[in-house]
Each structure stands twice: as structure tokens, then as C-alpha cells.
């Protein structure tokens, strides 16, 4: 006779009590240990009680709500995975809890568990042994550090604005992503998402792809066809690196955008659209503008709303989850085993200066997923340039070089060993305090937090790292905001 497959404790978290015996009723047979509670008070004793795998709350807690129980537990350092029950779902709220950490929404209906049982079955699949890190991630825009908290907030607000938006930033930082965010979140989500390069088209064929043409307006127009405009119509259309449009077509794209009008080529009639635009570019527009290369009156058309992407040597406190997110998804991907980036491997990572930004971190770990039949992934399986550009130190931090033992050394544990005696040491000498202790080793609270996690938590530092007699083990001290 097989084992009984391990329960899984989730906690439920609903005011009605009818509702939440319904929850607790339907969750059991699954195989989920449930917890019911009715209240935000109850949910976070709870909480700071015991081990949960996952949390099912109503949206609406009497006077409180969801949002607020998901940012106390950010707050306190709870990461667990949250499915949020509503049936007054709105764009904002629904933003609000993605960066909180909540996984999905669901409708709030009875006859829905079955549902419910997929998600949280969903949640347990994807989940894997170790340390639980907190990770913010819409999508693919994840990250620990505080810059990218700060866009995914904006992108939550953009999207309720039906304006355009115009996204900068160097190439590979992520531009399509955050426009896709923006039409997910947004009231035009049930419509189409439609992207044209327009760097990569000569300008006639740019301007039939956008404005469309009727039959005969060219040689070779033997029919009618839609611009892009009016496919994307009810919907976005993504016009990436918009810097290099040529000018005559950057006057008809200003018409639309203040007309809401566009005329087919060879048409005599104009036909409205109903399209938010979306402008990206990894060129400095105002610049373009000042060497009469792009609009100026474009540009302020565009840059109404805007968001600006930092390149990955500007946000490296995220490289670590980055480097967990990709190396999942890839190891998903090629169907291999899980994989994870030996030390010395990150260590030169965290020195390299990222040319290509977040898309070459991503090809990079799929290339090492596809070479590497499984476990640890090693600096051997990094391309030569890569390597050449780390020998020859570029933008990286000057090392100190030292000797090695005659009988060699555990280079990989050394390392380990030596980023938990720093984490260690910053405690003890902020007197217990987390939120001092990363600023005092220049990182932010939550990479801090990230990497102590990794480690195994404050409770195994005393075991693994020397800590003086006098100094508690069971560290508990109130703590300054992570914002601080």
C-alpha cells in the first residue's frame, strides 16, 4: 500500500460563515488541511502561529480587506502564495494584490471550488523544495528591489488611464512586457494586443502595415487590406522603437492619435478607431526631437503618461530571482530537472556588466539549461564572451587576489560561508536589526532578506556562522519599514 501524499495546510479567510464552511467543506476531500478563520485579526494570529502553504481570502473582511492582510504579511515577512475571492473585482484591486503576492482572482460563487482546486493544485505543483523567497513578479517583470516595485505600481495606474503611454529604455530591459502588463490591467484586456517593429520596415510597407490600403492604391494593391490600426481597434497597438519612424509617417500617426481618424491609402473617406498606443524606444526622444529627428508635438503627444526601464547593472538585487525565475521556466521548458546556479557561477554574474539587460540573463540561463543535463550550473557552460569580458574585469568591482592552500580549498562553501558571516556580522552590529543591517552592507532590505532566506533564515546563522556567546540567537526585535 503507497503513503498517503502529504496534506497541505491552507488557510481560509472569509467573514461569512456560510460561505467559509462551504470553502472548508469543498477544500477537504482535495486533500488540503484547512484552517477557518473570520477575520483579519484571527488571520494574522494565525498566521504568526503556525505554517501555511497557501491562503484563500474574501476580498472584502468587513471593515477591512484583502489588500490589507496581503500588505501586512509583506510587511511581516509571511511569502504565502493567495488566491483572493471577489466578486467586486476591479483593475486596481486586482494589480494591488498581484504585487502584494496574490497568485490569481476568482469570481466568489458556491458552485466554483472546483476552480479553487485547480489553482491552489497549481500552486503546490510549481512549488519546490527550500527556503520560501519573497519575489515580486507580475508576469515576467520580477524582481526584490525597490525600482521595480516602484514600476510595477505604475504600470497598475497607466493601466487605468486610457491615454498613451510612451516606455523607454536600452534594448533587452524588458519594454514589451511592461506594455503588455499595461493591457492585461486594463479595461481594454478583452481586446487585441497588437506589436509592429518600426525600425525593422522601409516606410512605404510601414505605412501600409499601419494605415492599411484599398485595391489599386499601388502596384501590386490587388485587394483591400486592414491596417494594423483597425485590427487593433478596442485593443492597443505597440509600436516599438518608435524613435526610428520616418517623419512623414510620424505627421499621419499624430493625426490618429488627436483625430481618432485614419484614411487607407488610395481611400477618399476616413474611418475611426477606437486604439490606446503604446510608443517604446531605447533612444532619448527629447534629444531626437532637438536634431529635428522626431516630432517635437509627437513626442508631447506620446509622452503623457510614461515609464522608464533601469538596465540590469542598475538593478542588481534582482539578479538572483531573475536567475532562479529563468532558470524554472527554461528547465520547464526543455522538460530537465530542476537546476540552480552554483556560487562561484552568481559570484562572477553579480560582476558582469549585462550589455543585453534581462533578455540576455534569459537566453543565457536557457543556454546553460539545454547544455547542462542537470543540478548545479557552472561558469563552464557561459559563453566565451561572457567569460573574456569577466577575465578582462569590465564595469566589475576590483578583487583582491588570494592565495590558494597548498591542499586546495572548497571554493563554492568558502563563498557561501562568506556572504552568511557578512549577513551575520551587518546584524550584530545593527543590534539585531535587518532593515539597518542591509543598509549597512549596501543592500536593499529586501535582497537582505532574500539571501537570508537562501541561507536558511536568522535561526541558522547561530549553527552555520559564528555568533558571540552574548549575542541571542532567537533575534526579535521591532524592526524600521523596509522603506525606511
Not at 484591486?93 to 493544485?121: M, P, S, W
Not at 497549481?122 to 528591489?145: K, N, R, T
Not at 481594454?188 to 505605412?207: D, K, S, T, V, Y
Not at 552592507?441 to 555568533?467: K, N, S, V
Request: contains cysteine; glycine residues 10%; proline residues 5%.
Amino acid at each position: 500500500m503507497s503513503a498517503a501524499l502529504p496534506r497541505k495546510h491552507v488557510l481560509i479567510v472569509e467573514d461569512e460563515a456560510s460561505f467559509r464552511e462551504v470553502l472548508e467543506m469543498g477544500l477537504a476531500p482535495q486533500g488540503f488541511q484547512t484552517r477557518a478563520v473570520g477575520s483579519i485579526k484571527e488571520a494574522k494570529e494565525a498566521l504568526d502561529g503556525g505554517r501555511f502553504d497557501a491562503m484563500v481570502s474574501d476580498l472584502r473582511l468587513g471593515d477591512a480587506t484583502a489588500i490589507d492582510l496581503l500588505t501586512w504579511m509583506k510587511e511581516r515577512g509571511h511569502c504565502v502564495p493567495s488566491v483572493i475571492l471577489t466578486a467586486f473585482a476591479t483593475t486596481e484591486t486586482t494589480v494591488q494584490a498581484l504585487n502584494l503576492g496574490a497568485v490569481d482572482f476568482l469570481t466568489k460563487t458556491k458552485n466554483d471550488i472546483a476552480e479553487l482546486t485547480k489553482v491552489l493544485h497549481g500552486i503546490f505543483q510549481e512549488s519546490e523544495p527550500g527556503p520560501s523567497h519573497e519575489i515580486s513578479d507580475i508576469g515576467d517583470l520580477v524582481g526584490v528591489g525597490d525600482t521595480i516595485r516602484k514600476i510595477q505600481a505604475l504600470v497598475g495606474k497607466i493601466a487605468r488611464a486610457d491615454t498613451t503611454v510612451l516606455i523607454s529604455g536600452e534594448s533587452g530591459t524588458g519594454k514589451e512586457i511592461v506594455a503588455r502588463l499595461i493591457h492585461r490591467y486594463s479595461e481594454r484586456a478583452g481586446g487585441p494586443f497588437i506589436p509592429i517593429n518600426c525600425g525593422a520596415l522601409p516606410e512605404a510597407l510601414l505605412e501600409s502595415e499601419l494605415f492599411g490600403y484599398e485595391k489599386g492604391a499601388f502596384t501590386g494593391a490587388t485587394g483591400v487590406k486592414r491596417g494594423l490600426f483597425e485590427e487593433a481597434n478596442g485593443g492597443f497597438l505597440f509600436l516599438d522603437e518608435i524613435g526610428e519612424m520616418p517623419l512623414p509617417l510620424q505627421v499621419k500617426l499624430l493625426r490618429v492619435l488627436q483625430e481618432r481618424k485614419l484614411r487607407r491609402l488610395g481611400a477618399t473617406e476616413e474611418r475611426s478607431v477606437d486604439v490606446r498606443v503604446i510608443g517604446a524606444t531605447n533612444r532619448n526622444l527629447r534629444e531626437r526631437t532637438e536634431e529635428n529627428k522626431f516630432r517635437e508635438d509627437l513626442y508631447y503627444r506620446l509622452n503623457i503618461l510614461n515609464i522608464e526601464l533601469p538596465p540590469l547593472r542598475d538593478r542588481r538585487e534582482d539578479l538572483p530571482v531573475l536567475i532562479e525565475h529563468f532558470l524554472r521556466r527554461s528547465c520547464k521548458k526543455l522538460n530537465k530537472p530542476s537546476m540552480y546556479l552554483q556560487p562561484d557561477a552568481l559570484a562572477a554574474l553579480e560582476r558582469y556588466r549585462f550589455p543585453g539587460n534581462v533578455r540576455e540573463l534569459e537566453n543565457l540561463m536557457e543556454r546553460c539549461v539545454a547544455l547542462n543535463p542537470s543540478g548545479a550550473v557552472g561558469k563552464d557552460l557561459f559563453p566565451d564572451n561572457l567569460l573574456n569580458d569577466l577575465d578582462r574585469g569590465a564595469d566589475g568591482p576590483a578583487l583582491t587576489p588570494l592565495s590558494i592552500p597548498d591542499g586546495g580549498f572548497d571554493l563554492e562553501g568558502y563563498l557561501t560561508a562568506l556572504k552568511g558571516y557578512f549577513l551575520h556580522q551587518g546584524l550584530m552590529d545593527q543590534s539585531g536589526n535587518r532593515t539597518k543591517a542591509a543598509k549597512h552592507l549596501g543592500m536593499t532590505f529586501r535582497a537582505y532578506r532574500y539571501w537570508l532566506g537562501h541561507l536558511g533564515g536568522i535561526e541558522a546563522l547561530p549553527r552555520r556562522f559564528p555568533w558571540p556567546k552574548d549575542f541571542p540567537s532567537n533575534v526579535d526585535v521591532e524592526e524600521e519599514s523596509p522603506e525606511a
